[in-house]
């Protein structure tokens, strides 16, 4: 079960924005330009433009002078990561071993360490 605020990514759409310092990307799409960033932890937001033969361009750390402009036809993305501490995930496991049920047990280094009957 997944409880709480839990949209691990959010982008937030800057249009006419253009950004300088970004890495080029070769992504065709816009789809693949923000999974490029979701992928690179680094990754803080895009900048898109269909128009161009270069359309994604990928910002972070490496962007060094960042000065922000008013161009038309260039969308800035800012990429948002959301889900650390605020998006929790249980699980309920129940298994059988020579026919008692377990419902909670604990694992340490993907071993079972401590099981506990039901």
């Known amino acids: 079960m997944i409880t709480g605020d839990c949209q691990?990514?959010?982008?937030?759409?800057?249009?006419?924005?253009?950004i300088t310092g970004g890495q080029r990307d070769s992504s065709s799409t816009l789809d693949s330009c923000k999974t490029q960033c979701v992928d690179n932890y680094n990754c803080t937001g895009i900048v898109w433009n269909e128009a161009t033969s270069i359309k994604c361009?990928?910002?972070?750390?490496?962007?060094?002078?960042?000065?922000?402009?008013?161009?038309?036809?260039?969308?800035?993305?800012n990429l948002t990561r959301n889900g650390y501490g605020k998006c929790h995930a249980s699980l309920d496991l129940i298994f059988t071993v020579e026919s008692k049920i377990f419902t909670n047990f604990q694992i340490k280094r993907n071993k079972l360490v401590t099981l506990f009957w039901k």
């Open 57 to 77: 361009w990928l910002h972070g750390p490496w962007s060094a002078d960042n000065v922000k402009m008013t161009v038309d036809g260039f969308h800035h993305y």
């Open 8 to 18: 691990p990514i959010m982008w937030t759409e800057e249009p006419n924005t253009y």
